[in-house]
């Protein structure tokens, strides 16, 4: 479980995340929503350590990061899988070695217990011929594949995904969105997500933060946050005509 | 108040390093991939650029020796000094932090615009050491392309005097002999490895903590150029102040 308490973070004195108090509990898939520049991103980043806080508190599992040493921090980071939003593969390196790349730093596999356990995971992100190619090579729902598959390579125990969806079609979504809730119950990790993309509310969202210039705006799950009476929810959620349809559709069965 | 801010983080980040090192066969392949591309890629313009300034310094001296109670070996004996002690050393450095310097600003910068750099961190590497420390390492190798330059710049004079008929075989040899004193080669090299860690350190730096996307690239790889080359210049200058004076 991950536990933030109080997050405080400003950029050049600018406020861009006030008094943020929230828990992502395992097994489970994590949503932060939010509009563009609310502090999705920057919280994510806050959480992972690669932006530092000005207060507060971020608990991995009840150890207050903060108070950990450089080196626990970076024993830390081997639970970590992380899941950027323009997938963050290695360029000069094949599908294959960006797999392997992780194990190749942190652990003392052999290349064939690397390669064994790369080719694990490429099958379970079902990428099909696709080892020996560079990422440059593949599509852009390829390379997320590639990224959560690098992601999970370690057995991590936390996994962050920035906008897993960004610049993918609704169908390649949906099946990015299906693999990420399967990982996290199979390995029974902590998986949080960033997203402004409603379908993956619908589809995934166990328990959804939502962000609003920085402060918590609501927080519930996803069965909730359709329903809620939170204005400023409300408007983001069925901001979208499709959405405002749905909506309708929705409200009409009820008085059914 | 940002120039001070700037000196330290690049200290800071030099501290960095040289801690918490990486796996020793993931930093030797990674030092080999520097040496091909910052070393072995840079042989053929300098190669090419150092064989003809050469000439030119050779040609430019013939046709300023106008008095004929000058002897014709002042060609060599010009040729030589001009590039030991500056062409080669700093004026190559110039022009390798335009090769060699954008290519480490813009593929860091890159790589930071696109979350690598972040990427390698959320993994727990010291991404200082891992991108940093191996192109340090490469430059040590720098003197040698340095050593290359100083032989074509003299062979290239030699040619463009013997081929212009300025001055003879003999009179250029005997020149380039004239009043040779081996310190200058040694406060040749002592320049050449401080160039070489201005080149891998400076250029790192301004990719590394680039902020923003693409249009920064470009911006900050001609920034690196501009303070890459006007560091090499001071430093020149202290270090030929300190040895030669």
Same mark, same amino acid.
């Given at each position: 479980?991950?536990?933030?308490?109080?997050?405080?973070?400003?950029?050049?004195?600018?406020?861009?995340?006030?008094?943020?108090?929230?828990?992502? /509990?395992?097994?489970?898939?994590?949503?932060?929503?939010?509009?563009?520049?609310?502090?999705?991103?920057?919280?994510?980043?806050?959480?992972?350590?690669?932006?530092?806080? /000005?207060?507060?508190?971020?608990?991995? /599992?009840?150890?207050?990061?903060?108070?950990?040493?450089?080196?626990?921090?970076? %024993?830390?980071?081997?639970?970590?899988?992380?899941?950027?939003?323009?997938?963050?593969?290695?360029?000069?390196?094949? +599908?294959?070695?960006?797999?392997?790349?992780?194990?190749?730093?942190?652990?003392?596999?052999?290349?064939?217990?690397?390669?064994?356990? #790369? =080719?694990?995971? %490429?099958?379970?992100?079902?990428?099909?011929?696709?080892?020996?190619?560079?990422?440059?090579?593949?599509?852009?729902?390829?390379?997320?594949?590639?990224?959560?598959?690098?992601?999970?390579?370690?057995?991590?125990?936390?996994?962050?995904?920035?906008?897993?969806?960004?610049?993918?079609?609704?169908?390649?979504?949906?099946?990015?969105?299906?693999?990420?809730?399967?990982?996290?119950?199979?390995?029974?990790?902590?998986?949080?997500?960033?997203?402004?993309?409603?379908?993956?509310?619908?589809?995934?969202?166990?328990?959804?933060?939502?962000?609003? =210039?920085?402060?918590?705006?609501?927080?519930?799950?996803?069965?909730?946050?359709?329903?809620?009476?939170?204005?400023?929810?409300?408007?983001? %959620?069925?901001?979208?005509?499709?959405?405002?349809?749905?909506?309708?559709?929705?409200?009409?069965? =009820?008085?059914? | 108040?940002?120039?001070?801010?700037?000196?330290?983080?690049?200290?800071?980040?030099?501290?960095?390093? @040289?801690?918490?090192?990486?796996?020793?066969? +993931?930093?030797?392949?990674?030092?080999?991939?520097?040496?091909?591309?910052?070393?072995?890629?840079?042989?053929?313009?300098?190669?090419?650029?150092?064989?003809?300034?050469?000439?030119?310094?050779?040609?430019?001296?013939?046709? =300023?020796?106008?008095?004929?109670?000058?002897?014709?070996?002042?060609?060599? @004996?010009?040729?030589?000094?001009?590039?030991?002690?500056?062409?080669? *050393?700093?004026?190559?450095?110039?022009?390798?932090?335009?090769?060699?310097?954008?290519?480490?600003?813009?593929?860091?910068?890159?790589?930071?615009?696109?979350?690598?750099?972040?990427?390698?961190?959320?993994?727990?590497?010291?991404?200082?050491?891992?991108?940093?420390?191996?192109?340090?390492?490469?430059?040590?190798?720098? *003197?040698?392309?340095?050593?290359?330059?100083?032989?074509?710049?003299?062979?290239?004079?030699?040619?463009?005097?013997?081929?212009?008929?300025?001055?003879?075989? #003999?009179?250029?040899?005997?020149?380039?002999?004239?009043?040779?004193?081996? @310190?200058?080669?040694?406060? #040749?090299? +002592?320049?050449?490895?401080?160039?070489?860690?201005?080149?891998? !350190?400076?250029?790192?730096?301004?990719?590394?903590?680039?902020?923003?996307?693409?249009?920064?690239?470009?911006? #900050?790889?001609?920034?690196? @150029?501009?303070? !890459?080359?006007?560091?090499?210049?001071?430093?020149?200058?202290?270090?030929?102040?300190?040895?030669?004076?």
């Amino acid at each position: 479980m991950i536990l933030v308490e109080n997050l405080h973070k400003t950029f050049d004195g600018t406020p861009v995340l006030n008094n943020i108090s929230t828990s992502f /509990d395992n097994g489970k898939t994590n949503l932060i929503i939010g509009q563009s520049g609310s502090g999705k991103t920057v919280l994510l980043k806050c959480i992972l350590g690669l932006f530092g806080i /000005d207060s507060g508190n971020i608990f991995f /599992d009840d150890k207050s990061f903060q108070k950990m040493s450089v080196n626990e921090r970076s %024993i830390l980071r081997r639970e970590i899988g992380m899941v950027f939003q323009g997938s963050a593969l290695f360029d000069s390196m094949t +599908v294959e070695q960006n797999i392997m790349f992780p194990m190749q730093m942190l652990t003392k596999k052999s290349v064939e217990e690397m390669q064994d356990r #790369a =080719n694990e995971v %490429i099958d379970r992100v079902n990428l099909v011929n696709a080892n020996k190619k560079l990422p440059s090579e593949i599509s852009g729902g390829m390379q997320k594949r590639v990224a959560i598959a690098r992601a999970i390579v370690m057995n991590p125990k936390y996994l962050f995904c920035d906008e897993p969806n960004s610049g993918l079609d609704p169908k390649t979504s949906t099946i990015i969105d299906n693999l990420i809730q399967e990982i996290t119950k199979e390995y029974q990790i902590t998986t949080i997500i960033n997203t402004h993309d409603m379908n993956s509310v619908m589809e995934i969202g166990e328990k959804v933060l939502f962000l609003e =210039n920085g402060n918590k705006g609501w927080e519930g799950s996803n069965t909730e946050v359709f329903d809620t009476e939170n204005e400023t929810v409300s408007n983001f %959620i069925y901001s979208s005509n499709l959405f405002k349809k749905v909506r309708g559709v929705y409200q009409q069965e =009820n008085k059914r | 108040m940002r120039l001070f801010h700037n000196i330290g983080t690049y200290f800071i980040m030099i501290g960095k390093v @040289f801690k918490r090192f990486t796996k020793w066969g +993931v930093m030797r392949s990674l030092i080999v991939k520097e040496i091909d591309s910052l070393i072995i890629g840079s042989i053929g313009i300098v190669s090419f650029i150092s064989f003809f300034v050469g000439g030119v310094v050779a040609i430019q001296t013939a046709l =300023n020796l106008n008095n004929p109670l000058l002897p014709k070996n002042l060609i060599g @004996f010009a040729t030589r000094q001009s590039v030991i002690l500056e062409f080669a *050393p700093t004026f190559i450095s110039v022009i390798m932090a335009g090769k060699v310097g954008s290519f480490i600003t813009s593929s860091l910068g890159t790589m930071r615009v696109t979350e690598q750099i972040d990427a390698l961190k959320v993994m727990g590497i010291n991404t200082y050491n891992y991108l940093i420390f191996p192109k340090i390492i490469a430059l040590l190798l720098y *003197p040698f392309v340095i050593t290359i330059s100083m032989f074509l710049g003299i062979f290239g004079g030699y040619i463009a005097s013997i081929y212009g008929g300025f001055c003879s075989s #003999a009179d250029f040899i005997d020149g380039i002999q004239l009043d040779f004193i081996p @310190f200058h080669i040694s406060y #040749a090299f +002592v320049k050449t490895a401080f160039f070489a860690f201005i080149l891998a !350190t400076v250029p790192s730096y301004h990719g590394y903590f680039l902020k923003g996307g693409a249009l920064e690239v470009g911006k #900050a790889s001609t920034t690196s @150029f501009v303070w !890459t080359s006007v560091l090499i210049i001071l430093t020149n200058y202290i270090i030929t102040q300190l040895l030669l004076t």
